[in-house]
C-alpha cells in the first residue's frame, strides 16, 4: 500500500493549513498513514474527486463531513482512505522471499501438515490477492493434497474494493507475465472480459484462500497464529509509533520459530523489538 499521486482537482477549493492538519489527524487515526505537510498538494489532488462526487466545493465542508460520527461520515472516511492509497501488487513479487519460503520453510510445514497438524500462512495487506494466491499456489506444488488438510491462507486489506477482485480471482492478460508457465497452465484458466482476455484462478488455490476486511490499526478478530506472514510495503507509510505497534501486534499472533516477510524498504530494529531475529533478505523470524 502506497500514497497515490493523482489529478482533477479543478474546481475545488484549495485547502487550508488549518484543514490539512485536521484531515491529516483523521487519516493517522483512521488508517495509521502519516501526513506530513508537504503532502497537501498530493492529498488535494486526490480528494478533489471525492469532494466533487459529493456536490461540495470546499475541504473545510468535507474535513467536516469526515469528521462527522454518522453513518455518511463512516462511510466517506473509508472512501477517503481509498482514495489516498494504492494497491501495488504482481505474483510472485520480491521472487527471493518466495525462493526462501520453498527452501526453509515450506518443507517443515508440508511434513506437519502431513502428520495432522494446523499450517496457516497471512498475507496482510493483501492488495488484490495476487500475493495470497501466488502462496496457494506455492502450497499446492509442495502437497497437492493442501485441500484435504488442515492448511489455510488468510488475505485481509483494509480496502472492500480490492478484495472483491481477489475473491473473483479474474485478473488481467499480464498474469501470463508474472506467472511461470507450468503454473499458470496449471491452477489457471484463460477467460474473456468484453474485449480483453484474462486468467481466472483455478479452484485448486481458490479453496486455500479466504479474504477478510481488516484494518490493522484496529482491533484485530483474527483467532488463528501463524507459521508464516506476508506483510510488504503496508507499514512504510505508518509513523514510527504505529509501525512498531503493528510489528508488535503482528508477533503476537506468529507461533514461535514462524517467519515473518516484509518489503524490501522496510526494516524491523530488532534491538527495541527483540522478539524478531533477521533470517534472510527483509525476512524475519519469531524468536
Same mark, same amino acid.
Given at each position: 500500500?502506497?500514497i497515490?499521486?493523482?489529478?482533477?482537482?479543478?474546481?475545488?477549493?484549495?485547502?487550508t493549513?488549518?484543514?490539512?492538519?485536521?484531515?491529516?489527524?483523521l487519516?493517522?487515526?483512521?488508517?495509521?498513514l502519516?501526513?506530513?505537510a508537504?503532502?497537501?498538494p498530493?492529498v488535494?489532488?486526490?480528494?478533489?474527486?471525492r469532494?466533487?462526487?459529493?456536490?461540495?466545493?470546499?475541504?473545510?465542508?468535507?474535513?467536516?463531513?469526515?469528521?462527522?460520527?454518522g453513518?455518511?461520515a463512516?462511510?466517506?472516511?473509508?472512501?477517503?482512505?481509498?482514495?489516498?492509497?494504492?494497491?501495488?501488487?504482481?505474483?510472485?513479487?520480491e521472487?527471493?522471499?518466495?525462493?526462501? $519460503?520453498?527452501?526453509?520453510?515450506l518443507?517443515?510445514?508440508?511434513?506437519?501438515?502431513?502428520?495432522g497438524?494446523?499450517?496457516?500462512?497471512?498475507?496482510?495487506?493483501?492488495?488484490?490477492?495476487?500475493?495470497? !494466491?501466488?502462496?496457494?499456489?506455492?502450497?499446492l506444488?509442495?502437497?497437492?493434497?493442501?485441500?484435504?488438510? /488442515?492448511?489455510?491462507?488468510?488475505?485481509?486489506?483494509? /480496502?472492500?474494493?480490492? $478484495?472483491?477482485?481477489?475473491?473473483?480471482?479474474? !485478473?488481467p492478460g499480464?498474469?501470463?507475465?508474472?506467472?511461470?508457465?507450468?503454473?499458470?497452465?496449471?491452477?489457471?484458466?484463460?477467460?474473456v472480459?468484453?474485449?480483453?482476455?484474462g !486468467?481466472?484462478?483455478?479452484p485448486a488455490?481458490?479453496?486455500?484462500?479466504?479474504?477478510?476486511? $481488516?484494518?490493522?490499526?484496529?482491533?484485530?478478530?483474527?483467532m488463528?497464529?501463524?507459521?508464516v506472514?506476508?506483510?510488504?510495503n503496508v507499514?512504510?507509510?505508518?509513523d514510527?509509533?504505529t509501525?512498531?505497534?503493528?510489528w508488535?501486534?503482528?508477533? /503476537?499472533?506468529?507461533?514461535?520459530?514462524?517467519?515473518?516477510?516484509?518489503g524490501?524498504?522496510e526494516?524491523?530494529?530488532?534491538?527495541?523489538?527483540?522478539?524478531?531475529?533477521? /533470517?534472510g533478505?527483509?525476512? !524475519?523470524?519469531k524468536?
Amino acid at each position: 500500500m502506497i500514497i497515490a499521486a493523482g489529478a482533477g482537482s479543478s474546481r475545488v477549493s484549495s485547502i487550508t493549513p488549518e484543514d490539512f492538519a485536521r484531515l491529516a489527524r483523521l487519516v493517522q487515526a483512521e488508517g495509521g498513514l502519516s501526513l506530513p505537510a508537504s503532502k497537501a498538494p498530493l492529498v488535494r489532488a486526490r480528494l478533489a474527486r471525492r469532494v466533487r462526487a459529493l456536490g461540495l466545493t470546499s475541504f473545510a465542508d468535507y474535513v467536516d463531513l469526515v469528521s462527522g460520527q454518522g453513518t455518511a461520515a463512516r462511510r466517506e472516511r473509508e472512501e477517503m482512505l481509498y482514495a489516498l492509497t494504492t494497491n501495488v501488487t504482481r505474483f510472485f513479487r520480491e521472487p527471493h522471499h518466495f525462493d526462501a $519460503l520453498c527452501q526453509r520453510v515450506l518443507p517443515g510445514l508440508v511434513a506437519r501438515a502431513r502428520a495432522g497438524g494446523r499450517v496457516r500462512f497471512w498475507s496482510a495487506g493483501c492488495s488484490t490477492g495476487e500475493e495470497a !494466491y501466488t502462496l496457494a499456489m506455492l502450497l499446492l506444488e509442495a502437497m497437492p493434497e493442501a485441500a484435504t488438510l /488442515d492448511v489455510q491462507v488468510l488475505a485481509t486489506d483494509l /480496502d472492500r474494493r480490492v $478484495l472483491a477482485i481477489g475473491r473473483s480471482g479474474i !485478473y488481467p492478460g499480464r498474469v501470463a507475465q508474472q506467472v511461470p508457465p507450468l503454473l499458470l497452465a496449471r491452477y489457471f484458466r484463460q477467460v474473456v472480459r468484453g474485449e480483453e482476455a484474462g !486468467y481466472s484462478v483455478g479452484p485448486a488455490p481458490r479453496v486455500l484462500v479466504r479474504f477478510r476486511q $481488516l484494518n490493522l490499526i484496529r482491533p484485530w478478530p483474527i483467532m488463528d497464529r501463524f507459521d508464516v506472514v506476508f506483510c510488504r510495503n503496508v507499514v512504510i507509510y505508518f509513523d514510527a509509533a504505529t509501525e512498531r505497534d503493528v510489528w508488535m501486534r503482528i508477533s /503476537d499472533r506468529m507461533l514461535p520459530g514462524s517467519i515473518l516477510f516484509i518489503g524490501h524498504s522496510e526494516r524491523i530494529n530488532t534491538a527495541d523489538l527483540p522478539m524478531f531475529r533477521g /533470517d534472510g533478505v527483509t525476512a !524475519y523470524r519469531k524468536v
